[in-house]
């Protein structure tokens, strides 16, 4: 994407949502993106270039620059919203993408092509050898995952994350325990319970289908507290930040994790 390098964050989005001309990069059907993210269209992109333009700004910020050469996973790429947006400043062959659900990589491999995408099982390992990735991002996944597999992953990140590497993980916030979405309030229950719970550190996770492929045992709501993280992975990454007020549209919280260096 070298005939874009030179863009300014405004003009890349611009050019990604086809403003001025038609976009460079398609879109799935609103179906699609709604039943992925929520929202579609600009909208969707614009919570993209958010999330993008912060983990830019947690990358520099942690000594980790992105360059050409940076290595990046998205880890639970889906139609590759966030990705296509890396690739203004690094080249296609050094970004990854993986999901678990094919139907999605279909789209990214049509719409986001030459990217490297791989489909993987809901549990580790990832099929990459170890020390590969500056950055390994996660954007709303870690939010859906029940404790044992999002350790499972964490503790695959620390494999395959370089020395000094990143990881850039959001979950729910503690408001999601009082939502007013009924399905996911029917499925929290008692607000004050789960409140409690979180505020002792535990890692709160309600079982529920999203929809997708995913059984009920790989997939839900998950609200993780700082002192979970700070208790658990700290024992494979150390933890270096949590997020939470990043964007003017309120994303999902960020914990920022960062491998040692050897
Ligand atoms: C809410 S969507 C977010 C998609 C994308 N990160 C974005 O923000 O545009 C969650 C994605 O995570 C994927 N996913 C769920 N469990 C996963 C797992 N165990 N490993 C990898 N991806 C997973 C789903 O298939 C889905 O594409």
Known sequence: MTAFVQQTDEQWFNTLIGRDRAPIFGLPDA???????????EDALNDALMFWQFI?????????????????LDFGVSWARILRFFLRDTPAQNLYGVDVED?????????????????ISPEPPLPFESNKFDIIYAFSVFSHLPQRIADGWVTEFARVLKPDGIACLTTRPRAHLRTK????????????EAEARYD????VFYPLHGGGDLAESHY???????????????????VRGFYENYSPSYLQPCFVLKKRAT
């Open 31 to 41: 179906r699609t993106q709604r039943g992925t993210v929520g929202k579609d269209g």
């Open 56 to 72: 830019r700004r947690i990358a520099a910020a942690e000594g980790k620059t992105i360059t050409s050469s940076s290595k990046i």
């Open 103 to 119: 139907r999605f990589l279909e789209h990214a491999r049509r719409d986001v092509p030459s990217v490297n995408y791989s489909l």
């Open 181 to 192: 979405t009924e399905l996911y309030a029917k499925a929290i229950g008692n607000p004050a």
């Open 200 to 203: 002792r550190g535990e890692f």
């Open 220 to 238: 839900g709501e998950a609200i993780i507290p700082r002192a979970y993280v700070e208790k658990e992975w700290s024992r494979h990454l150390t």
